[in-house]
Structure formats: C-alpha cells, structure tokens
C-alpha cells in the first residue's frame, strides 16, 4: 500500500516538473517571436524611410525644390505625432528617450514656427494642434 501512495505523489511533482519545463520553454519561443516581430517591424520601417529619402533625393537632384519640401514637411508631420505619448499608448519608455522625444518636439514647434505649414492635410493640422500646447522654453 505504500507503493500506492507514492505513485500519486511522484506523479504530482512530475506533473509540476512537466509544467514548469513546459512554461519556460514557452516563454523562451514566445521571447523569440516576439522579437522576430519586432525586427521585422524594423528592417520593414527602415525600407520605407530609405525608400522616401530616395524619392526626396531624386527631386532634390532634378531641381524639384519644391516637392522635396513638401515631402520633407509631411514627414516631420508624420514624425511629430509619432513622438507623442499618445501614439505608442502605455508602452513604457526609457526616461532619457522621453526626454529625447521632449527636446525633439521643441525643435519641431521652434522650426514650425518659422517655417510654417503649407499645405493642410490631417495630420499637418494633427501636429499642428500637438505642438500648440507645447512650452519651449523648459530645457
């Protein structure tokens, strides 16, 4: 009859063993997609940017001045509201990359406010009304 105590009990702590294993093995594939994803998120961002400072170079080369520009302002546009708390929600992020992004922003709103928007479009006004609340002077 002893036998038939222990069996349940080693079958408990092999079934613990089991879960345990299974749980970090999971968690390790899981680490690994993720952040399979997270490149791929990257290298498919990286060609993006790399294919529009080419299009920007080209009309800069052809004497385009004014489309280059005008592609260069809806970027910063872009550029603008992606820096914003609000765009990547409740990710946390590096306190010095805050604070890099901050500094960013107040160039962004002293160079808006020599060189004004243009051209209107969503997210022109979207950065604009983002910018207008800003203080610059906190450095």
């Known amino acids: 009859m002893s036998e038939h105590r222990r069996s349940p009990r080693l079958s408990r702590i092999l079934l613990t063993m ?5 749980l970090i093995a999971s968690g390790g594939i899981g680490a690994y997609l993720a952040s399979g994803a997270v490149v791929d998120q990257w290298v498919n961002s990286q ?3 790399t294919q529009s400072h080419i299009l920007i170079l080209r009309q800069l ?4 001045d004014d489309a280059a520009l005008a ?3 809806a970027q910063l546009d872009r550029d603008i509201l992606s820096l914003l708390p609000d765009y990547y929600g409740h990710a946390r992020v590096a306190a010095r990359t ?6 960013t922003l107040r160039q962004a709103k002293l160079y808006r406010e020599d060189y004004p928007r243009r051209e209107e479009g969503a997210a022109a006004g979207d950065a604009r009304r983002a910018l207008s609340g800003m203080a610059v002077d906190e450095e």
């Open 61 to 64: 080369r052809s004497g385009d």
């Open 71 to 73: 592609q260069l302002e």
């Open 18 to 22: 089991l879960w345990v294993v299974s």
């Open 47 to 49: 060609a993006s940017n």
């Open 98 to 103: 805050r604070a890099r992004a901050d500094a």
